[in-house]
């Protein structure tokens, strides 16, 4: 009985240790069709979004920042706009 417990025990352990969580590249295509730039200056960038997270869209804004200064980007803030977009306001620093 001890053998099959510590056989089961192995089993789950290798597994557990085998199942490495993976980068997944962002859907760009998604971002682009639902996500459009309102206002953006070397120090900052505002984005309008809806059906979309704002988790997706802060890798564009980290893009954004590194190509204005190799920068990093900082969410600012997140409002509500006209008809239930949001816009979020990314801060190179």
């Not at 099959?4 to 969580?21: D, E, L, Q, Y």
């Not at 988790?55 to 590194?66: S, T």
């Amino acid at each position: 009985m001890k053998k099959i417990i510590c056989c089961m025990f192995f089993i789950a352990f290798v597994s557990a240790c085998s199942n490495t969580a993976k980068y997944q590249e962002p859907e760009y295509n998604y971002i682009a069709e639902h996500v459009r730039v309102v206002e953006k200056a070397s120090s900052h960038v505002v984005y309008e979004y809806t059906n979309i997270r704002v988790d997706e869209v802060a890798p564009v804004a980290a893009i954004y920042c590194n190509d204005h200064g190799r920068r990093q980007a900082s969410l600012y803030n997140i409002i509500t706009w006209k008809n239930n977009r949001r816009r979020a306001t990314f801060v190179c620093k």
